[in-house]
């Protein structure tokens, strides 16, 4: 990709983070919501709405440093591992899905039910199979286990700073903004991708018709 795309990419997936956050606070944070309507006080709603906002423009930051980390683990893992790379990653998922239950609960000591972390791993797992068939169908079946790690791992690793948050909500914003964001650059850039192909294979045929302009000088 050139300069121009990555600019694109990264406000693109910015805006998405914002609104995903914004709407995702309007259910998780209801009570507030509410609050400003009864009374209505514009005031305090258009504060909350831009709290918000800025929230999921924070979490769309923080997903665009995992993906592009995301990047450079996925290479370097292939220079490493080559065949077996896949493998790893599938264990390496493994490991985190079961992180993300048995830690968390233990660290609550029991303040929240272990449901709820069953609950929240399962809907990640889904949201990443999902995304990650999408992302095989775009390019080949072998592109399945790198889009999964990136939603399932990279997803929990940028998540981190929300589970050590009190209580549910902010982490429920937070793993559902870092989701779409992940999802968003994960698909858009199979298409970014593609118009750089077709650009590339459009000057190597024009280079090829070029016309041979050059004249021969007999002595």
């Known amino acids: ?3 121009r795309k990555v600019v694109e990419l990264f406000f693109k997936t910015l805006l998405i983070g914002g609104v995903v956050g914004l709407v995702t606070s309007i259910f998780v944070k209801s009570s507030l919501y509410a609050g400003s309507f009864n009374p ?5 709603l258009l504060v909350l709405i831009a709290w918000y906002f800025v929230y999921g423009l924070l979490y769309s930051v923080v997903s665009q440093a995992g993906f592009f980390s995301y990047l450079f683990i996925n290479r370097f893992g292939l220079s490493i591992f080559r065949s077996f ?14 992180d993300l239950v048995y830690f968390p609960y233990q660290a609550t000591k029991g303040d929240v ?3 709820w972390y069953i609950l929240m791993t399962a809907a990640i797992l889904a949201v990443g199979i999902i995304v990650s068939t999408i992302k095989a169908k775009q390019t080949n079946r072998s592109a399945f286990v790198p889009a999964l790690f990136l939603m399932v791992v990279m997803t929990a690793i ?3 700073p929300g589970m050590r948050t009190e209580g549910t909500d902010y982490a429920t914003i937070m793993i559902i903004t870092l989701l779409a964001c992940n999802a968003y650059q994960l698909l858009a ?6 118009v750089d192909g077709k650009a590339k294979k459009n000057n190597e045929t024009n280079k090829v018709n070029k016309p041979d302009h050059k004249v021969s000088v007999s002595k």
Request: no cysteine.
């Open 85 to 98: 790379w896949p493998t790893v990653q599938l264990l390496v998922i493994a490991f985190v899905l079961f």
């Open 113 to 115: 039910s272990i449901i």
């Open 40 to 44: 209505l006080d514009i005031k305090n």
């Open 158 to 160: 940028e998540w981190v």
């Open 189 to 194: 850039l199979t298409r970014l991708s593609k």
């Open 1 to 3: 990709m050139n300069s």
